[in-house]
């Protein structure tokens, strides 16, 4: 499966931004998927999980309460829906997905990921 992020920019704090990550080339409802994002000079590190039917969430402590992640299979289509941005949230931000039911937290588990997409969030 291919994977397509977009909607990154350029925002102020406390602004909100909705990330999009457009699927083709697989069975998307058969994928859990994630987002990640990696800030210069540091690792890439896990934002949020979703499972293949959307039911179940999981989030970093650094977003939860300010991010939702959700996905539409009809439109094999993964969002990341950001609010109280924050210039720590400044990053690329990248989506992934995996051949099992369910997101994970471990970047080395997910074989199909995006090109990324820049945040940026001024203070």
């Known amino acids: 499966v291919q994977l397509q992020a977009s909607g990154g920019g350029l925002v102020q704090a406390g602004d909100s931004l909705r990330l999009s990550c457009a699927a083709s080339g697989g069975t998307f409802s058969r994928y859990g998927m994630a987002w990640f994002r990696q800030a210069p000079g540091k690792e890439r590190e896990f934002v949020a999980g979703?499972?293949?039917?959307?039911?179940?969430?999981f989030y970093a402590d650094s977003v939860r309460g300010r991010f939702t992640i959700s996905r539409d299979n009809a439109k094999n289509t993964l969002y990341l829906q950001m609010g109280s941005l924050k210039p720590d949230d400044t990053a690329v931000y990248y989506c992934?997905?995996?051949?099992?039911?369910?997101?994970?937290?471990?970047?080395?588990?997910?074989?199909?990921w995006g090109q990324g997409t820049l945040v940026t969030v001024s203070s």
């Open positions: 992934a997905g995996r051949s099992a039911s369910y997101g994970s937290r471990q970047a080395e588990t997910y074989a199909y």
């Open positions: 979703i499972s293949w039917s959307g039911r179940d969430t």
